[in-house]
């Protein structure tokens, strides 16, 4: 199985940057990936790493060091309507997800 | 193009009662799968289906059971609900059961409550 853990909660400013930490523990790694979800709505997906290194995707960007079990999500510039959940999700050896509990952010002005 | 689609939206139910959520998805991805999102434990999976005609189970499957007669649907079936099923069920769906970048696309949820 998979034990995957990332912060509750997190509060930051409009225009600032947050950084999301997931570390993980696996019975096999074939992927890592982040999603975003808004309240009541469904998760939609943000950003896959395989291989460590970063992952940039316009103001989002990505992490992972598989030696260390943990990945990062990065948020630059944020707007009002980043104020969401964002999930961590780890594919496991049998190509299933695990996800975390998810992280709760929200930006104020 | 709907993607993915799910009914009911939402369901109060009654302890006992047999319940057949639904989801259908137009992509004509060959894995499917069914998640229970409850607060603070995050998303669970609970039944998978590879490819049409095929299930297998996920983390949660107790109390529940799945079919997949064609690649479009893959219901999901409590068959004597219990208050420990009140839930947000979401049903996605990938390519294929997992390779490279392939990515899960989730359904709009179903809100259930089971009283």
């Known amino acids: 199985g998979q034990n995957i853990d990332q912060p509750t909660e997190m509060t930051a400013t409009e225009g600032a940057i947050v950084q999301i930490n997931c570390t993980y523990q696996?019975?096999?790694?074939?992927?890592l990936f982040w999603y975003q979800q808004h309240a009541g709505e469904a998760p939609t997906f943000l950003s896959y790493n395989v291989l460590d290194g970063l992952e940039e995707k316009g103001r989002f960007s990505s992490f992972l060091s598989r030696s260390k079990g943990y990945s990062y999500l990065l948020l630059k510039e944020l707007q009002m309507k980043d104020s969401a959940s964002y999930l961590c999700?780890?594919?496991?050896?049998?190509?299933?997800?695990?996800f975390g509990a998810g992280t709760t952010v929200t930006v104020r002005a | 193009i709907a993607g993915i689609t799910q009914a009911p939206t939402s369901q109060i139910l009654a302890a006992g009662r047999r319940m057949t959520l639904r989801c259908t998805q137009d992509?004509?991805?060959?894995?499917m799968y069914w998640y229970r999102q409850d607060l603070g434990l995050g998303l669970r999976l609970i039944h998978y289906?590879?490819?049409?005609?095929?299930?297998g189970k996920g983390e949660v499957p107790d109390g529940y059971s799945v079919s997949r007669a064609n690649t479009d649907d893959f219901p999901l079936t409590l068959a004597s609900a219990v208050p420990s099923q009140t839930s947000v069920y979401f049903c996605a769906s990938s390519r294929t059961s997992g390779s490279g970048t392939d990515t899960q696309y989730f359904g709009p949820g179903t809100r259930l409550t089971v009283l």
């Open positions: 999700a780890v594919r496991d050896h049998d190509y299933k997800l695990s």
């Open positions: 289906s590879n490819t049409a005609g095929t299930t």
């Open positions: 696996t019975s096999g790694f074939n992927g």
């Open positions: 992509m004509r991805h060959n894995a």
